[in-house]
T-cell receptor, first 115, second 115 residues
Framework: AQSVSQHNHHVILSEAASLELGCNYS??????LFWYVQYPGQHLQLLLK??????LVKGIKGFEAEFIKSKFSFNLRKPSVQWSDTAEYFC?????????????FGTGTQLKVEL | DAEITQSPRHKITETGRQVTLACHQT?????MFWYRQDLGHGLRLIHY???????NKGEVSDGYSVSRSNTEDLPLTLESAASSQTSVYFC??????????????FGPGTRLTVL
């Protein structure tokens, strides 16, 4: 069974600091990759996704992620975080075996941005 | 605008009672999913459906059931609520883009407390 690992459970940054959140998955076949964000008290929203093509994908609010197939990784980055980026971030993988619509989520990374 | 709604948003119930959580989407999506979110576990898949009359078990399906009688709704039933089912429940839906699957869109969640 596939799994997703997010190694940073809690991250605290000051405003304007750079952000990189790690995500590794354990499936060797073709996958779709997602990052979702959950602001306090809200539902999950899609930040960005990778299906195919350019492994560097850009999402909303200045976030980007790079798919490195050889490392089974899909790390999320932002060059300069804002206080409003305080949220929980989830990496998710969708394997394409058997129809490929189920998502497997990582355990999430809680990001706190301090002023 | 298309959306996913969940009701109730908050529910307190007692051990042993049957509880049904509603999920309604106006995206006209074929695929619908139920997840539970728990601290330290991220989101885990409970049940999912790829179309009317289709239901499938997910990772943590014990004690839960779903039925799909139309495209718009996928109610989740807890047959006999247990304290271990205290959680936040999210419904999601996605379309079907060929063989590569599609982005899942999430509802606002239902916070369930079982006393």
């Amino acid at each position: 069974a596939q799994s997703v690992s997010q190694h940073n459970h809690h991250v605290i940054l000051s405003e304007a600091a750079s952000l990189e959140l790690g995500c590794n998955y354990s499936y060797g076949g073709t996958v779709n990759l997602f990052w979702y964000v959950q602001y306090p008290g809200q539902h999950l929203q899609l930040l960005l996704k990778y299906f195919s093509g350019d492994p560097l994908v850009k999402g909303i609010k200045g976030f980007e992620a790079e798919f490195i197939k050889s490392k089974f990784s899909f790390n999320l980055r932002k060059p300069s975080v804002q206080w409003s980026d305080t949220a929980e971030y989830f990496c998710a993988v969708n394997s394409l075996t058997g129809g490929g619509n189920k998502l497997t989520f990582g355990t999430g990374t809680q990001l706190k941005v301090e002023l | 605008d298309a959306e996913i709604t969940q009701s109730p948003r908050h529910k307190i119930t007692e051990t042993g009672r049957q509880v049904t959580l509603a999920c309604h989407q106006t995206w006209n999506h074929n695929n619908m999913f139920w997840y539970r979110q728990d601290l330290g576990h991220g989101l885990r898949l409970i049940h999912y459906s790829y179309g009317v009359q289709d239901t499938n078990k997910g990772e943590v399906s014990d004690g839960y059931s779903v039925s799909r009688s139309n495209t718009e709704d996928l109610p989740l039933t807890l047959e006999s609520a247990a304290s271990s089912q205290t959680s936040v429940y999210f419904c999601a839906s996605s379309g079907t883009s060929g063989v590569r699957g599609d982005t899942q869109y999430f509802g606002p969640g239902t916070r369930l407390t079982v006393l």
